[in-house]
Structures are given as structure tokens and as C-alpha cells.
């Protein structure tokens, strides 16, 4: 799970009814049109619906997290696709979902900004998951 592209799909699913959504229609856009200019022309249509869809789950009696998930997994592979191997758009994303991740409330902001870990570990081996720097002394 790449934690860039999660992250900005989080936040765009996120910013859905926040000022920060339009702007990350437009940063997204600009962005298909320079590095996938064959897909850019969908695009708009496409984060349209997204925001129409998304309203409508926020606007349920019983709003369905799985389904907001299941949109986030959708955004992450798209979001992937559109990135590739570009380290500028790249650097670009984790920009703009950090932008959106400040002008969300705290929880969405902890979800943004969350990040996702696992590890398994047989036999002798020893598994060290760390979210920032780790020193380690001895063995």
C-alpha cells in the first residue's frame, strides 16, 4: 500500500465538503493533463460523480464507512496510475493531501495523515515498525 497515494485519496474523499475541493479538483486535473493527457479529458466527469457520490453517503441516515473505504481504495489505484514513477507528481500529492489535511477537523485530519503498517513475522524473526527515526543498540 503506498502511503502517498493513500493519503491524497483520503484527503480527497475528505475534502469532498470542504473549500479544499475544489482545488484539489483542479490541482488533479492539471495534473492528468500533464502527465496522462489520453485520460484528462474524463477526468473532470469523473471527480464530478466522485463528489456527487460522496454527498450522497455523507447525506445517508446511516452513513456507510465501508463504502467511503471502498471509494478511497478505488481513488488510492487511480491516483497510483496518474502518479506512476513521477517523483514530482508524486511530491505534488503528498503536498496537496497535507494542504487538505489542515483545513480538515481534527479526526479526518488523524485519518489523512494516519499511516497503515503491517508485518508478519515466523520462526526467530523480529519485526520493528517504526513511524519516524529508530536507533537501535545491541544485538
Not at 515466523?122 to 537501535?136: A, F, M, N, P
Amino acid at each position: 500500500m503506498d502511503p502517498i497515494t493513500m493519503a491524497a485519496a483520503t484527503a480527497l474523499i475528505s475534502a469532498m465538503a470542504t473549500d479544499g475541493w475544489q482545488r484539489a479538483v483542479n490541482a488533479l486535473v492539471q495534473w492528468w493533463q500533464r502527465a496522462r493527457p489520453e485520460q484528462a479529458e474524463t477526468a473532470p466527469d469523473e471527480l464530478a460523480f466522485l463528489h456527487r457520490y460522496v454527498l450522497a453517503l455523507q447525506a445517508m441516515q446511516t452513513p456507510s464507512p465501508e463504502a467511503e473505504e471502498a471509494l478511497i481504495r478505488v481513488w488510492q489505484a487511480r491516483l497510483a496510475q496518474l502518479a506512476g514513477d513521477n517523483t514530482q507528481l508524486r511530491a505534488d500529492l503528498r503536498q496537496l493531501a497535507e494542504d487538505i489535511a489542515r483545513q480538515l477537523p481534527g479526526p479526518e485530519q488523524e485519518r489523512v495523515t494516519s499511516v497503515y503498517q503491517n508485518a508478519q513475522a515466523d520462526r526467530r524473526s523480529k519485526v520493528i515498525q517504526v513511524g519516524g527515526d529508530v536507533t537501535i543498540n545491541g544485538e
